[in-house]
């Protein structure tokens, strides 16, 4: 069915409140979900609102909790989620990470105990938005093999990167696996074959068949073993100085729900010391990539997050696209 | 050749004192590039030396300049690099943005006009060593396309992330090309096809090639369209923080040398909290991987540095095997 943007936000808002959530909650919580799929990504925005609506009837996600200070020390500080609302805490984090660098140029927040954060883009929009560069990133259940290992026992935890640009941003957000469960399933159930190897057969073998790789859940790494480094690395780095709970540990939770839960996130913003600057070379690395030859005449070359971009436009224009089986779902809580 | 770390390192020295540079500078610069091929990376080691003595004599190097600070705000500085050695000027930059840690818990530098920095873990490393967390970066001359173009636009602008681990460290440094130029020539060299798609062939074909791949130089970013998208980033983020040259503004410079130059690069340090908590995160996210099951009998898993550390222990034993090609250009300085 296809929606205005207010109308869906008023839903979400709606259903926030029944599910026990005070009018500030729901008001941003509903307006970053809304968000999501106003950029069209449906798939981190109303596809998820049913798991958090899971997860609050289960006690899992303390709805009006809120991420609070543990220790700080100058421009670095260390947040509890307690078990709040993932949206809300990553944006409340982010937030602080900005004021942390307005003062010191630099800050940075680790925060643990807290739940999904739906799109980490929303993060580093946020922040470059405002005029910061945005370093952030997630942890979540282990959902990726090790290179090397059939297990899956890192995370894919999505990284993003986020500039100021001009009167907008460039924004890159992509977890580490090659494909997500999500686009695997979609593919599937559309009988499409993956442009690229995605993960693993029964067999052992590289596949582009995303059924036989969502049944063996071998996903793939980008670059192989560098992902696969990069994802230990970043869950080091993030629970290591949230003190919070590592990949293996969120493994070994269970699954009360459907979703995973208690995760730990990074919010890094940086304050340029000169806006104009960082204008000019942003230019220049557009126009050099926007302007070098094309692998053929079909294809169109991207920057990170343009898609959204002219997606959030066409969306606010002509209203939102919302799958009916979605929609159902949010209806019903 | 086999020779002693501490042979090679008083070679380098005495190159480096013969090129101009002064004692400190020799010292330190020995120490590093000698380091690198200790840890079994003579591609960013010995193998580039000839490369730095080529561009202190066409003056594209300064050897005895070194990085000042620029502007200072807090836990964020620029500094200048003033065309001197890469990897002197990238140790001065970590060791800043370590002080800046020590005392506001994380700290930046974006430093500009720099030279190459040869291996990137180094300065990850450096830090680690020390109790620190690292991520760092560089950008580079255009040397991979972006995604859906065939002309070399983006860098493969190479990342690290460092953190400490009881008296050792684990590193991860990557190039976001899937293969380096020179993984490519040594694999052609030696007769070898690529075990996964380096790149793409004459015929617009992904390719285990790897004289195919150096000879269109459509090398492949990890993840595809993923590497591709955090290049570009990573480009904007430390050229734009450090007002310094751009990928694109790197590759119109010309090549008076065999070797990129005026490049930027980023060092951010972070002082855990908590040392014991970042151990025991770290302990439980090596034993899952290291304890899941192997994809067959023969594969080894890996932790990302545990190759350079065991290398780094049979050289200090066995000495280092520096090839005799390489020795002559290094003696012949």
């Known amino acids: ?26 008001e941003k919580a509903s307006q970053i979900i809304a968000e999501n799929d106003l950029d069209g990504v449906s798939s981190h925005g109303t596809a998820r609102f049913k798991r958090i609506a899971d997860m609050v009837k289960c006690g899992t996600l303390i709805i009006n909790n809120t991420a609070t200070p543990v220790s700080s020390k100058g421009a670095m500080e260390v947040w509890d989620g ?35 954060w739906l799109r980490g883009a929303s993060y580093g929009i946020q922040a470059a938005k405002k005029g910061y560069v945005a370093l952030c990133w997630t942890n979540t259940t282990p959902n990726m093999p090790a290179w090397g290992t059939k297990e899956q026992c890192l995370g894919n935890n999505p990284l993003i990167f986020a500039a100021p640009y001009k009167d907008s941003y460039i924004v890159m957000d992509g977890a580490l696996a090659q494909y997500s469960y999500g686009a695997l399933g979609k593919a599937a159930s559309e009988g499409r074959t993956l442009p690229y190897p995605g993960g693993y057969d029964s067999e052992g ?21 560098k992902g696969s480094g990069i994802s230990l690395l970043l869950d080091i780095i993030v629970s290591g100085l949230s003190n919070g709970l590592c990949v293996p540990e969120i493994g070994k939770l269970g699954s009360k729900t459907t979703d995973e839960r208690m995760l730990c996130q990074m919010f890094i913003a940086i304050k340029p010391e000169n806006a104009r600057a960082m204008d000019i070379k ?7 990539v926007k302007h070098a030859e094309a692998v053929d005449s079909e294809t169109k070359i991207r920057i990170p997050g343009e898609g959204s971009l002219s997606k959030r436009e066409k969306n606010l224009r002509d209203g939102i696209t919302v799958d009916d089986g979605i929609w159902q779902t949010i209806v019903s809580v």
């Not at 029944?18 to 909650?25: R, S």
């Not at 609302?85 to 940075?108: Q, T």
Request: hydrophobic residues 45%.
């Open 1 to 26: 069915m296809l929606v205005s943007f207010n109308e869906l936000k008023k839903t979400l808002y709606e259903k926030l409140l029944k599910l026990g959530a005070n009018e500030g909650i729901a």
């Open 82 to 116: 307690k078990l709040g609302l993932g949206v809300i805490n990553a944006s409340i984090c982010m937030d602080r990470a900005m004021a942390l660098a307005e003062k010191n140029g630099i800050g940075c927040v680790a925060l643990r105990n807290t739940n999904h």
């Open 205 to 225: 073998k590289l596949s582009c068949n995303p059924a036989e790789i969502s049944k063996t859940r071998r996903v793939l790494p980008i670059g192989f073993w």
């Open 282 to 288: 942003t230019e220049a690395i557009i126009e050099a």
